[in-house]
């Protein structure tokens, strides 16, 4: 099956600094991207979806300028949560989509951010 | 609004029992229809889907899911658990073009 790789798997970092996460499609085009974030023992919240070359769709309630998310290439995706404070730490899935149809959706193995 | 409801947060049971997990849904038209499964800090890894056609699907790991219209249900079963599957279990309606709404999740355990 299509293989989604998300890079750092754990990341710690100091609060007002920013942190950037990759996703990426390792064998085929991505055109579409979403962002999820997981709280402690709780469902996935859609952040946002992302189209390759054109600006992301952020659900509501999240704010577009602290969760900066950038799909500059059909295999790459980034998720840059700037001046990170404790609150935002999370577990942070993406999951791409392809040409593959409606429903073949594959999913990033997770990343988790600590904001010390 | 397209929207998910798992009704039970823990369920508990013993190897080799069966096990159904419940999924409630909301959506106006046909329902694409997931089930994922997430070990302890890991992604998701889908189980089964349902798009159209025969309303009993069968997925990895020995599960299988029945979409029923009537009751906008899509519940997930297993014959017989294994202490393997000890996990959470997320059920997802496709809210757009694959973009997925999750269910709040079912935390299973099992007991040997």
């Known amino acids: 099956g299509a293989v989604v790789s998300q890079h750092p798997s754990r990341v710690i970092c100091k609060s007002g600094t920013s942190v950037k996460i990759e996703c990426r499609s390792l064998d085929f085009q991505a055109t579409t991207m979403f962002w999820y974030r997981q709280f402690p023992k709780q469902s996935l919240m859609l952040m946002a979806t992302s189209n390759e070359g054109s600006k992301a769709t952020y659900e509501q309630g999240v704010e577009k300028d602290k969760f900066l998310i950038n799909h500059a290439s059909l295999t790459l995706s980034t998720l840059t949560v700037t001046s990170a404070h404790p609150e935002d730490s999370s577990f942070y899935i993406c999951?791409?989509?392809?040409?593959?149809?409606?429903?073949?959706?594959?999913f990033g193995e997770g990343s988790r951010l600590t904001v010390l | 609004a397209q929207s998910v409801t798992q009704p039970d947060i823990h369920i508990t049971v013993s190897e080799g029992a069966s096990l159904e997990l419940r999924c409630n849904y909301s959506?106006?038209?046909?329902?694409?229809l997931f089930w994922y499964v997430q070990s302890p800090g890991q992604g998701l890894q889908l189980l089964l889907k349902?798009?159209?056609?025969?309303?009993l699907v069968q997925g990895i790991k020995g599960f299988e899911a029945e979409f029923k219209r009537s009751q906008s249900s899509f519940n997930l079963r297993k014959p017989s658990v294994h202490w393997s599957d000890a996990a959470e279990y997320f059920c997802?309606?496709?809210?757009?073009?694959?973009?997925?709404?999750f269910g709040a999740g079912t935390r299973l355990a099992v007991h040997p």
């Open positions: 999951s791409a989509s392809g040409e593959q149809g409606v429903g073949e959706l594959f």
């Open positions: 997802a309606v496709a809210g757009g073009y694959n973009k997925l709404i």
């Open positions: 959506y106006g038209a046909t329902p694409y």
């Open positions: 349902y798009f159209s056609g025969d309303t």
